[in-house]
């Protein structure tokens, strides 16, 4: 599987973005996919995951994000709403056969795509 995320821009604070990142590969369903971001200084920490249809969200963005994805386009989605200054960073998907919140234990990794929000 190779990943291709694309989405990212400028948004003003209370905004909305949506990332997307395209898959190859027949497996794509079989895969657990993820986004994780990594501001300027900081760690790659993780922001949502998608198992078949469910999704695990960081605290950080729970009930403004939404992980989804549509197995027939090999592409999976982050919505990103109500968007703030601290959201900005490179955000990267992910896709490994298991889900965790850890980075370093997903094998395939896309481009990042760079979301800058101005307050």
């Known amino acids: 599987v190779q990943l291709q995320a694309s989405g990212g821009g400028l948004a003003q604070a209370g905004g909305s973005l949506r990332l997307s990142c395209a898959a190859s590969?027949?497996?794509?369903?079989?895969?657990?996919m993820a986004w994780f971001r990594q501001a300027p200084g900081k760690e790659r920490e993780f922001v949502a995951a998608?198992?078949?249809?469910?999704?695990y969200y960081a605290e950080s963005v729970k009930g403004r994000f939404t992980i989804s994805r549509d197995n027939a386009k090999n592409t999976v989605y982050l919505q990103m709403n109500s968007l703030k200054p601290e959201d900005t960073a490179v955000y990267y998907c992910?896709?490994?056969?298991?889900?965790?919140?850890?980075?370093?234990?997903?094998?395939?990794w896309g481009q990042g795509t760079l979301v800058t929000v101005s307050s």
């Open positions: 998608i198992r078949w249809t469910s999704g």
């Open positions: 590969g027949r497996t794509f369903s079989s895969y657990v």
């Open positions: 992910a896709a490994d056969m298991t889900y965790t919140q850890s980075p370093g234990t997903y094998d395939i």
